[in-house]
Structure formats: C-alpha cells, structure tokens
C-alpha cells in the first residue's frame, strides 16, 4: 500500500509539473487521472482540527451527483490512509444528503446549479473540486481544466481559504489562481 501511494504522489506531481503528462482524448484515461488527483488532494490539505470527530476518523471523499469515476476511484483509495485517517468514498445525490465530508467532487449536471450548490456548502470544511469551465470562478476551489490535452488546475484559493483550509504550495504553485468568485 506505501508502495501504491508512492506511485500515485509522484503521478501526481508529475501530472502538475509545468510540462504535464498529456491525457488522452478517451473520457475513461482523463476520470482515472482525476480520482488520483482527488486521492492525492488529501496528501496536499489540511483540515481544522474539528473537522475530523476523532483523530482516527475516516478522510471522506464524496462525488455529488452522477459518478463519473466508475469504480476508480473506489480502488485508487482502497486501504489507503492520511495521517492515520482511512479513505473513503461517499455518493450523494443531492447537497442536503452531504454530511461529513471532507473532498467533494461536483459532477457537472450538479455544477449546472453551482449558484444553488455552493452557497449550502459554505462555513463548512469541505474542499470543492469539479470540471465545469466556471467552477472554480463560481466560487469552486480546484477545477480540473483540460487545455492542450492536458490536464491542469484552476484554484480559488480565497474560496478555500473561507472554508479555513490550507493548501500545499505543492499544489498552489503550478496551478492557475483565480479571484474569489467573482
């Protein structure tokens, strides 16, 4: 599992160096590349203290709405933990179904309604993450951009910030920083 893991920081800092690793034009290749990305999220985020109820409680990475991932993302966090956290994964069908939860991903039917959608998220700890082309101006936190094949980050770092979350400069510093929803 420590071996997996590895393999998976070092995807992912690959996948955010300057000259990324293309993803390839097939929906499957790119939404595999993404469930690392959101495992990895959690290697790169610290919480508030009381966003966890016990110091051994599940990490919970959640997706809203239809799930994308098939699967994938189920087996890339499969016995794996952060800072003495287990991963797991949540589906939710609507936002008043999201309880603890620590990443959530936003399907794009569901970021249609971002303005509905991120308001009830709001004073909550939960990192926000999608690929919808206003996600992270809407007041998203990272959105996955596809340009050129690539896969590349978009963060509102001021939306995380509300939400008393610090990012990685690992994971600042190739990314695109965008205002705070405006």
């Given at each position: 599992?420590?071996?997996?893991?590895v393999?998976?920081?070092?995807?992912?800092?690959?996948?955010?160096?300057?000259?990324?690793?293309?993803?390839?034009?097939g929906?499957?290749?790119?939404?595999?590349?993404?469930?690392?990305?959101?495992?990895?999220?959690?290697?790169?985020?610290?919480?508030?203290?009381?966003?966890?109820?016990?110091?051994?409680?599940?990490?919970?990475?959640?997706?809203?709405?239809?799930?994308?991932?098939?699967?994938?993302?189920d087996?890339?966090?499969?016995?794996?933990?952060?800072?003495?956290?287990p991963?797991?994964?949540?589906?939710?069908?609507?936002?008043?179904?999201?309880?603890?939860?620590?990443?959530?991903?936003?399907?794009?039917?569901?970021?249609?309604?971002?303005?509905?959608?991120?308001?009830?998220?709001?004073?909550?700890?939960?990192?926000?993450?999608?690929?919808?082309?206003?996600?992270?101006?809407?007041?998203?936190?990272?959105?996955?951009?596809?340009?050129?094949?690539?896969?590349?980050?978009?963060?509102?770092?001021?939306?995380?910030?509300?939400?008393n979350?610090?990012?990685?400069?690992?994971?600042?510093?190739?990314?695109?920083?965008?205002?705070?929803?405006?």
């Amino acid at each position: 599992m420590v071996g997996a893991r590895v393999a998976m920081m070092a995807a992912l800092l690959g996948l955010l160096a300057p000259a990324a690793a293309p993803a390839q034009a097939g929906a499957p290749r790119e939404n595999e590349l993404k469930a690392v990305f959101l495992f990895n999220f959690a290697q790169f985020v610290e919480w508030p203290a009381g966003a966890f109820a016990t110091p051994d409680a599940p990490l919970v990475i959640g997706v809203l709405g239809d799930d994308p991932f098939d699967g994938v993302l189920d087996s890339t966090i499969q016995g794996e933990r952060i800072n003495n956290h287990p991963l797991v994964v949540e589906r939710y069908r609507r936002v008043e179904d999201v309880g603890t939860c620590h990443i959530l991903f936003i399907s794009r039917p569901d970021a249609e309604h971002l303005d509905q959608v991120l308001p009830r998220l709001r004073d909550r700890s939960i990192l926000t993450v999608g690929d919808a082309g206003n996600f992270s101006r809407a007041g998203g936190m990272i959105a996955f951009v596809t340009e050129h094949n690539r896969i590349r980050l978009r963060i509102n770092l001021t939306a995380a910030t509300a939400a008393n979350l610090v990012l990685s400069s690992k994971l600042l510093r190739p990314a695109e920083i965008v205002g705070g929803g405006h």
